[in-house]
């Protein structure tokens, strides 16, 4: 490589850092070589390297996502165990995890069973799925979250607090149950429902029917009114089973498998 050559190299390697094209300066002398050995139009060189561009904008993006979403580990569709909840639809729940159906209409996903069915389980599974599609998700447990926009409300900023979480396509609320049956807790969950209704998805789960929702919210005005919002255009799952990792730890003890459990699906438009 003569100096000239080598000097154009470098004004390249400049221009594509001030471009901020990763992929292309990771590929660009590959390409460039081969392109000049097979005597590539200019339009084939420049295709090729969009689309490594392209690529590798898509990894980034998942990477960066995925690290914001804060989903357990291993958690995913594959590692689920479906004959654990023979009722649930397997084809059912791929179709939620292409996500395009409700995400777009801010409609909501309500997982209801006991503690150890699964419900965290297949809610961070369909998380991970949605980042694959490329959509935005943010899976916390609802205390964390009650106690942040407690925090928000306290220094004056609950509204923009609430607005930043907008960014998420789907906030996944896990363990609804253990917020307390307190004013300020319910009040600024309320709020948070109340402001994505039919904008922006949730998808929660908790251990207690709809019935025994009084327990959460202070009052039954607003324990209706964040049922109302919620139900709408809602996928409801009812894992009624046995926990899950009680029977695994007593089918290990005994050295044999689980016995089928049961789970119903109902769907409210």
């Not at 039954?220 to 996928?235: C, E, K, N, Y």
């Amino acid at each position: 490589m003569n100096a000239t050559i080598k000097i154009e190299a470098a004004r390249v390697e400049l221009l594509l850092s001030e471009l901020r094209l990763p992929g292309i300066k990771l590929i660009w002398a590959a390409l460039a070589e081969t392109a000049d050995k097979e005597g590539w139009p200019a339009a084939r060189f420049l295709a090729a390297l969009a689309e490594q561009e392209m690529v590798e904008r898509s990894r980034r993006r998942f990477e960066r996502h995925l690290e914001e979403a804060r989903l357990p580990p291993g958690k995913t569709l594959d590692a689920f165990d479906f004959d654990a909840v023979p009722m649930i639809s397997k084809a059912q729940v791929q179709a939620l995890a292409a996500g395009d159906a409700w995400l777009e209409k801010g409609a909501n996903l309500l997982c209801f069973g006991p503690p150890g069915g699964g419900k965290s389980h297949l809610a961070a599974a369909l998380g991970m799925a949605l980042i694959e599609k490329g959509w935005r998700v943010l899976f916390t447990r609802t205390t964390d979250l009650v106690q942040k926009l407690q925090i928000a409300r306290r220094d004056l900023v609950l509204e923009a607090a609430i607005v930043k979480l907008d960014k998420y396509h789907l906030l996944i609320l896990d363990d609804l149950a253990y917020v307390t049956k307190d004013q300020a807790e319910t009040s600024v969950l309320f709020e948070l429902i109340s402001a994505r209704y039919e904008r922006r998805s949730m998808l929660i789960t908790a251990n207690q029917p709809f019935a025994e929702w009084g327990k959460i919210f202070p009052d039954q005005a607003m324990t209706l009114a964040a049922i109302d919002r919620l139900v709408h255009h809602a996928t409801i799952l009812e894992m009624n089973v046995d926990s899950y990792r009680r029977k695994e730890a007593v089918d290990k003890a005994r050295g044999v498998g689980r016995p089928p459990t049961r789970a119903t699906i109902k769907t409210s438009s």
